[in-house]
């Protein structure tokens, strides 16, 4: 399998070329177009799996698409303009905001590793972990930037797209004023890495483009 | 001057900042993205430079009245360290950062510009005019003066136009312009049906000489062309 | 005119630089970002009534259009569309036509002619009201895409190509398409993925690397609830 980043780092497309028979695992939504070879399977992987998924904030279903009788193209995009970087996971294994992951070679397992709650400052955003090996490809809304840490880092919530699996981090409010100035001011949670590792961050905070255009739209009615 | 950085122009532009040590950055409230763990951040009203209690209390309501109705938030942040460090600052949109060093003179932006500035910089509320009143992007513009380092963010990318005369600037695409120009909100013309039909929000003529930075996106236009896709 | 486009693939924009007093471009409501104020600036709707109301209940363009004419050599206009994403410009001669989807269209030059092309019973796009717009005549058409284009060569490197309806934006004569789910019965409802259009033949496809469906649902939860009394 091979994937190509097209019109980083804004407009990002993920060309994945499959060779006979070969499949890739992605989001539901996030094909854009294929070649006429390639069948598009929908699956949950099994009741109690796709439950978790559900619980874990993930789409219940992923669809699995297979190149038959020859080489076959598919195109995977991401909801908000953005950038995509393709993972090589086996000796490193990474731990992924859900809403960052676009897709996985089938030999990837990606589990929800614990609710998002007292991690992210959003609503419906929770922690997936990898195992195995072979490739994932990753999504976000803003530039991707790697950052290796070595020592400490100091980063956002609302701008990770992924991180190393061994390192350690602690969560909490950014600065040292109190919780009404931390709520009027608009920060969010801070993550506090510490160890050694590669980092993903993206350069715009998709919560924060969510309420400032979302408060802007009719309202619903409840 | 802090030694600074602008990555990823022009769409999801990022402000990297190296502070000296004692220097401090002023930045819009939520906007940081990371930070060396030597550094301190600390959440201040924005009430411009020694304001009094007066200064001070219009800054709170007018934080507080936006919060509530909407709009850009008046807390900034403060960061600074007797080691100094770096910090990483981004806008909530999509679009470009622009630096620009004031050595005294004025200018004003739509108050989603501001992003953040060092040095001796002063920042103003200005009233834009009663039909401002009824633009979408509010009704003040900030005023910028003094000897520092600012930096701006727009939604889409940045054009620099120079007016000789007059020009006219749809409202919402308006990032800031010199304080020499003449500005006068208005309704867009078009005729008898221009005002319903035209579909263009308020604009913006300016008169006299100057320069015009205008972003090519559109909040309003935006929020306009979502809602009919919404459900 | 000398016109430009601007800021590809993000935030592109046109800049048209009349050259003669007389010559217009004429534009989708609410386009218009900034002009020399003495361009001359008229809403009308285009074809008149009728052509217009066809268009605004089939086509999802908007009833009415600015035109905008130069009153003295040298003035300027800038028009920009309103997702983030890429403008197209296509130069079309006599006899030549492109199909876009309807709410891509953002200016033309006076000699294109936009026609309503009706597409079957069960609609080219899920939901929305979007259709597909016939561009033809002489002169240029600028259109716009949330996100970046794609463009697929049918009929060369590829045989044919299955395209999310989302993500199609525009393609040229030529092509045979159809309208189909994509996987089983149980895709069409559970996949996430909306209808495909499969096409063959020979021709251009414009895809836009972006979902306007998909941000209407990333937005949904942040809009403000309005709780309804009783």
């Not at chain 1, 789409?59 to 991401?78: D, H, I, K, P």
Request: aromatic share 10%.
């Amino acid at each position: 399998m091979q994937v190509n980043v097209l019109y980083r780092p804004s407009q990002t497309v993920a060309q994945v070329w499959l060779q006979p028979n070969e499949s890739i695992m992605a989001e539901s939504g996030a094909m854009m177009g294929m070649s006429t070879n390639v069948d598009m399977q929908t699956q949950s992987g099994g009741l109690m799996k796709g439950l978790k998924r559900l619980f874990g904030g993930e789409s219940f279903f992923r669809n699995t698409f297979m190149a038959q009788g020859g080489q076959g193209e598919v195109l995977l995009t991401t909801p908000l303009c953005g950038d995509m970087a393709v993972l090589d996971v086996g000796q490193r294994q990474w731990q992924i905001s859900n809403s960052a992951f676009i897709a996985s070679s089938t030999t990837v397992d990606v589990q929800t590793q614990g609710s998002g709650k007292g991690f992210f400052s959003g609503a419906g955003l929770f922690i997936l972990g990898t195992q195995g090996q072979g490739q994932i490809v990753v999504g976000s809304f803003g530039a991707i930037e790697p950052v290796n840490v070595n020592g400490e880092l100091i980063i956002d919530t609302g701008h990770l797209v992924c991180w190393d699996a061994n390192l350690q981090y602690t969560v909490g409010k950014s600065s040292n004023a109190g919780w009404i100035a931390s709520y009027l001011s608009g920060e969010g949670l801070v993550c506090h890495f510490q160890g050694q590792g590669q980092v993903y961050i993206q350069t715009r905070n998709a919560q924060e483009y969510g309420s400032t255009v979302g408060r802007m739209l009719p309202p619903v009615q409840k | 001057m802090p030694q600074h950085m602008v990555k990823y122009e022009p769409t999801f532009s990022m402000l990297e900042v190296n502070l000296a040590p004692g220097e401090v950055l002023i930045a819009e409230a939520g906007s940081m993205v990371a930070r060396a763990s030597n550094l301190e951040m600390d959440v201040k009203l924005n009430a411009g430079r020694n304001p009094g209690f007066f200064g001070k209390l219009k800054a709170m309501m007018i934080a507080l009245l936006r919060k509530v109705v909407g709009g850009e938030t008046f807390f900034v942040n403060h960061f600074h360290g007797g080691q100094g460090g770096w910090v990483w600052i981004a806008p909530a949109l999509s679009g470009g950062v622009r630096h620009i060093p004031l050595q005294g003179q004025t200018m004003l932006f739509s108050t989603g510009a501001f992003l953040a500035s060092a040095g001796e910089v002063d920042l103003k509320l200005r009233f834009g005019g009663l039909r401002a009143l009824l633009a979408k992007e509010g009704a003040f513009f900030l005023e910028a003066s003094g000897h520092g380092d600012l930096w701006v963010n727009s939604y889409g990318a940045i054009d620099e136009i120079y007016c000789n005369g007059t020009y006219v600037v749809d409202n919402g695409h308006i990032v800031g312009f010199d304080s020499s120009l003449d500005f006068k909100i208005k309704t867009p013309g078009g005729g008898a049906m221009g005002f319903f039909g035209s579909g263009e929000g308020l604009v913006c003529e300016f008169t006299g000489q100057g320069r015009i930075l205008i972003q090519s996106r559109n909040l309003g236009a935006l929020v306009e062309w979502l809602t009919r896709l919404m459900p | 005119m000398h016109t430009e486009v601007k800021h590809n693939p993000d935030f592109a924009a046109v800049q048209v630089q009349f050259q003669q007093p007389g010559e217009q471009i004429v534009a989708e409501a609410g386009a218009m970002v900034a002009r020399d104020t003495a361009v001359q600036m008229e809403t009308n709707m285009r074809g008149g009534l009728g052509s217009a109301l066809k268009r605004k209940l089939l086509g999802g363009e908007s009833l009415f259009q600015n035109t905008f004419t130069c009153t003295q050599p040298g003035q300027t206009v800038w028009i920009a569309p309103a997702p983030e994403g890429a403008v197209t410009q296509i130069d079309l001669q006599p006899g030549q036509e492109i199909y876009l989807q309807s709410g891509a269209y953002l200016a033309s030059s006076a000699g294109v002619q936009l026609d309503t092309k009706w597409q079957g019973a069960k609609g080219f796009f899920s939901g929305e009201g979007l259709f597909l717009l016939r561009a033809y005549g002489q002169g240029t058409v600028w259109f716009s895409s949330y996100g970046g284009i794609h463009v697929v060569d049918i009929g060369q490197q590829y045989h044919g190509y299955v395209c999310d309806t989302s993500h199609m934006v525009a393609f040229t004569q030529g092509l045979s398409y159809h309208v189909d789910k994509v996987g089983g019965m149980k895709s069409l409802f559970l996949s996430g993925e909306g209808l495909v259009c499969r096409f063959s033949g020979q021709g251009r496809l414009w895809m836009q690397t972006r979902n306007p469906g998909a941000l209407a649902a990333f937005l949904q939860p942040f809009r403000p609830v309005q709780r309804s009394s009783g």
